[in-house]
T-cell receptor
């Protein structure tokens, strides 16, 4: 079955450490996205990539970095510069802009 | 600025009590309006896409409709398993999507 796999489901880190969240898709989608979801807030866009080796900052990119070396993979690194990293992170993909996004099941990151 | 607003924030229904969720949008050149269902601890699950005013889509007990300013998700005779957060999102056809904050629906047996 085609889909988006995010791993791990839960992640715990100490403050000051960088951490990388994995996102892999086998839907053959060109575009991939990272969102952050906090209670009471809508999904906020961190980064998106329309094509391999290219990506754009979203609304809250500070403290995050991404890479897009393969069509199937779009890992997100949460750096120590991110002031409030504890959140639920969602990866999504779509075939073309304007089509529905398809989501993975998220990674819950807790930083203490 | 493009914006999506959902209401109510939370809704409690008795099993079988039909109701509607609202999604108001201000988007320059709407190219798609999407509805998702999200269960706790999971990613949003795609339900419907609506492209133009007057369009309707149905799936089991759910029906989505679209006007020039808002969309409704009608839930007919809901069951407890319909309990979830329902998200609305819009796009102007670029690669940017605007999400509402969702409606938390609880259906009581």
């Amino acid at each position: 079955d085609g889909g988006i796999t995010q791993s791990p489901k839960y992640l715990f880190r100490k403050e000051g450490q960088n951490v990388t969240l994995s996102c892999e898709q086998n839907l053959n989608h060109d575009a991939m996205y990272w969102y952050r979801q906090d209670p009471g807030q809508g999904l906020r866009l961190i980064y998106y990539s329309q094509i391999v080796n290219d990506f754009q900052k979203g609304d809250i990119a500070e403290g995050y970095s991404v890479s897009r070396e393969k069509k199937e993979s779009f890992p997100l690194t949460v750096t120590s510069a991110q002031k409030n990293p504890t959140a639920f992170y969602l990866c999504a993909s779509t075939s073309v802009g304007g089509s529905p996004l398809h989501f993975g099941n998220g990674t819950r990151l807790t930083v203490t | 600025e493009d914006q999506v607003t959902q209401s109510p924030e939370a809704l409690r229904l008795q099993e079988g009590e039909s109701s509607s969720l609202n999604c108001s949008y201000t988007v320059s050149g709407l190219r798609g309006l999407f509805w998702y269902r999200q269960d706790p601890g999971k990613g949003p699950e795609f339900l419907f896409t609506l492209y133009s005013a007057g369009e309707e889509k149905e799936k089991e007990r759910l029906k989505a409709t679209l006007t020039k300013k808002e969309s409704f998700l009608h839930i007919t005779a809901p069951k407890p398993e319909d309990s979830a957060t329902y998200l609305c999102a819009s796009t102007s056809g670029t690669y940017k999507y605007i999400f509402g904050t969702g409606t938390r629906l609880k259906v009581l047996a």
